[in-house]
């Protein structure tokens, strides 16, 4: 069985960070593109960032860049997203995806909270 275990949210004050990592298993990573994506209350998902299969080509969206790092570490199956500078707008549920051509694979979600 496929799966995609998020971790690492919670709740941080503006200007803190956290680290979000989605660990895979049942399946090979190496043969993943991963993207990070978000959705608040109110507000359409977003696409945070993504990282080819091979690590060389990376994306931000516009709200992100500078602040976050995506990463990968296939000897762990696992994708990190590093979350720096943290505003409020940044609140949201954050769901990791992985995609190998007509194979996909979800995480569950976890809750981010950036609030004084």
């Known amino acids: 069985q496929s799966q995609f275990v998020e971790s690492g949210g919670g709740l941080v004050q503006p200007g803190g960070s956290l680290r979000l990592s989605c660990q895979a298993s049942g399946f090979n990573l190496d043969y993943y593109a991963v993207g990070w994506f978000r959705q608040a209350p109110g507000k359409e998902r977003e696409g945070v960032s993504c990282?080819?299969?091979?690590?060389?080509?990376?994306n931000y969206a516009d709200s992100v860049k500078g602040r976050f790092t995506i990463s990968r570490d296939d000897a762990k199956n696992t994708v990190y997203l590093q979350m720096n500078n943290l505003e409020p707008e940044d609140t949201a549920v954050y769901y990791c995806n992985a995609k190998f051509i007509i194979l996909t694979v979800w995480g569950q979600g976890t809750l981010v909270t950036v609030s004084s």
């Open positions: 990282i080819s299969s091979s690590g060389s080509r990376i």
